[in-house]
């Protein structure tokens, strides 16, 4: 499953893309609202930042800010490293293991987001392997 194509992993998933000056309790209604645990934040359309739950927690609520007067760019991670939907989901998890990071944003060749890999999408993967691991042991039990 590694080899597939992230194209296939994100498989048209709804994400949040937001402009830095969004106040962060908006985005992360929107994030909670899309299921997400991340947002990617634009500047004209182009990334330049990712803004997630950790940041929510700890660069906002334990620093005291207020969510509602706080633009998320302000406490969004810069320039974070990306991947382009043709490359395979290993490279993914390859670069979520390397930086200790857990969403890898995904963008086009003009830096346009399109979507967020997540170590979220890793745990899917066994578990489908997981799934048919079990049909197969259970089909081997019935021939037996």
């Known amino acids: 499953m590694p080899s597939r194509p992230i194209h296939q992993v994100l ?3 709804p994400f949040v893309s937001v ?13 909670q609202d899309l299921h997400c645990s991340a947002a990617l934040i634009t500047e004209h ?5 990712i803004f997630t739950e950790r940041d929510a927690t700890f660069r906002v609520l334990a620093a005291g800010l207020d969510p509602d007067a706080t633009p998320v760019g302000e406490v969004m991670t810069h320039n974070p490293q990306t991947l382009t939907d043709d490359k395979p989901f290993g490279h993914a998890l390859h670069l979520m293991f390397e ?13 346009r987001p399109l979507g967020v890999v997540t170590a979220r999408d890793a745990l899917a993967l066994d578990a489908l392997d997981f799934g048919s691991e079990l049909v197969r042991r259970e089909e081997i039990t019935v021939i037996l």
């Open 19 to 31: 402009s830095v000056f969004k106040p962060v309790r908006e985005v992360t209604r929107m994030m």
């Open 45 to 49: 359309g182009v990334l330049t930042g």
């Open 11 to 13: 498989a048209e998933r």
């Open 99 to 111: 930086n200790g990071v857990r969403h890898v944003p995904v963008v086009d060749a003009d830096r």
